[in-house]
């Protein structure tokens, strides 16, 4: 999967975006990431008794809200640092588990940075020669960002805003990409939630290079009714998909799932996410892997307060 933990910039699985998993299998093989397909289906939800009507256009204007209000959740998500542990398994061409490996990191802000310090390989910490190594990487990232200068700082704070800007247009394809509908309501963690479908829309023209994977691929959302977030992310190729040129394909089958908790009464974080996903790098070689990602231990960080260990921050 991602080479977790050497010191580099967190992308984020909670990124802005409501669906932005849906490109999601391609950015994780993009940077070197792997795993096997499972069922081709969507797993089946129990409805509630009640199941309010909304119109497609009334839910395409609720994927638009949920993913402005994403985009405000992440700038709050800076405020946590966290555990991340990652299990791949290696798997053969039966679906049988070859061989398993797993990294633990802490994710942690650094000047405005989300970056990764790897703690563990195997459930092991590391030895002192490779934990001096990831402190070593971590102390460049911190002089670098230490010695900004205005200049250098104008210039990424503009790129963020580039980067933003790039988000709600690509978000704006996504809800004119797909034919929508409530499948019914269901309730996670005690609390009520959409369970909204999406199927690709026959004649859709995309505008932007990474809208052109949305029809390639089909989701399931689980939106909180009363918070307007989104809780769970269920994507699924239904296509081969190709990224880059002859960098990868992505095969029909694959699939990411992507939930969050809400912590503290106030912010989104990632809980789980499992990748499954058949894949050929370079034409040449085919990987399958599949990934399992847990997060624990959120601790919220302020400049001019302490950590709030984690038996303190209430989640719900």
Same mark, same amino acid.
């Given at each position: 999967?991602?080479?977790?933990?050497?010191?580099?910039?967190?992308?984020?699985?909670?990124?802005?975006?409501?669906?932005?998993?849906?490109?999601?299998?391609?950015?994780?093989?993009?940077?070197?990431?792997?795993?096997?397909?499972?069922?081709?289906?969507?797993?089946?939800?129990?409805?509630?008794?009640?199941?309010?009507?909304?119109?497609?256009?009334?839910?395409? &204007?609720?994927?638009?809200?949920?993913?402005?209000?994403?985009?405000?959740?992440?700038?709050?998500?800076?405020?946590?640092?966290?555990?991340?542990?990652?299990?791949?398994?290696?798997?053969?061409?039966?679906?049988?588990?070859?061989?398993?490996?797993?990294?633990?990191?802490?994710?942690?802000?650094?000047?405005?940075?989300?970056?990764?310090?790897?703690?563990?390989?195997?459930?092991?910490?590391?030895?002192?020669?490779?934990?001096?190594?990831?402190?070593?990487?971590?102390?460049?990232?911190?002089?670098?960002?230490?010695?900004?200068?205005?200049?250098?700082?104008?210039?990424?704070?503009?790129?963020?805003?580039?980067?933003?800007?790039?988000?709600?247009?690509?978000?704006?394809?996504?809800? !004119?990409?797909?034919?929508?509908?409530?499948?019914?309501?269901?309730?996670?963690?005690?609390?009520?939630?959409?369970?909204?479908?999406?199927? $690709?829309? $026959?004649?859709?023209?995309?505008?932007?290079?990474?809208?052109?994977?949305?029809?390639?691929?089909?989701?399931?959302?689980?939106?909180?009714?009363?918070?307007?977030?989104?809780?769970?992310?269920?994507?699924? /190729?239904?296509?081969?998909?190709?990224? &880059?040129?002859?960098?990868?394909?992505?095969?029909?089958?694959?699939?990411?799932?992507?939930?969050?908790?809400?912590?503290?009464?106030?912010?989104?974080?990632?809980?789980?996410?499992?990748?499954?996903?058949?894949?050929?790098?370079?034409?040449?070689?085919?990987?399958?892997? /599949?990934?399992?990602?847990?997060?624990? !231990?959120?601790?919220?960080?302020?400049?001019?307060?302490?950590?709030?260990?984690?038996?303190?921050?209430?989640?719900?």
């Amino acid at each position: 999967m991602r080479n977790i933990g050497r010191c580099r910039h967190v992308n984020h699985p909670m990124r802005p975006g409501v669906v932005l998993l849906v490109i999601a299998l391609a950015a994780w093989i993009a940077l070197g990431q792997d795993a096997a397909a499972p069922s081709s289906s969507l797993p089946t939800v129990p409805a509630t008794e009640s199941v309010p009507t909304l119109s497609a256009e009334q839910i395409r &204007g609720l994927i638009r809200q949920v993913a402005e209000k994403d985009m405000v959740n992440d700038m709050r998500q800076r405020d946590y640092t966290y555990i991340e542990r990652e299990e791949e398994h290696r798997l053969d061409g039966k679906g049988q588990v070859k061989s398993t490996e797993t990294k633990t990191s802490e994710v942690m802000m650094v000047y405005g940075d989300q970056i990764e310090r790897l703690i563990a390989k195997n459930d092991k910490p590391l030895s002192p020669k490779d934990a001096a190594k990831e402190d070593e990487r971590i102390q460049k990232i911190t002089e670098k960002r230490k010695n900004e200068t205005d200049e250098q700082r104008a210039k990424r704070l503009k790129q963020e805003e580039k980067d933003r800007e790039e988000t709600r247009k690509f978000v704006g394809e996504v809800a !004119d990409a797909y034919n929508f509908h409530l499948a019914a309501m269901e309730e996670l963690d005690g609390r009520e939630t959409y369970v909204i479908d999406a199927e $690709p829309r $026959p004649g859709f023209e995309a505008h932007s290079k990474e809208a052109k994977f949305l029809p390639k691929f089909r989701f399931r959302v689980w939106i909180d009714k009363a918070e307007g977030q989104w809780v769970k992310l269920d994507a699924q /190729a239904i296509d081969t998909v190709s990224v &880059g040129l002859f960098l990868a394909r992505v095969h029909k089958g694959s699939r990411i799932v992507i939930e969050q908790t809400r912590v503290n009464d106030e912010v989104w974080l990632p809980r789980h996410v499992a990748v499954n996903v058949d894949v050929r790098l370079a034409l040449v070689k085919n990987f399958n892997v /599949a990934e399992d990602v847990t997060y624990r !231990d959120y601790k919220k960080f302020r400049s001019n307060t302490r950590v709030v260990p984690l038996g303190e921050v209430q989640q719900q």
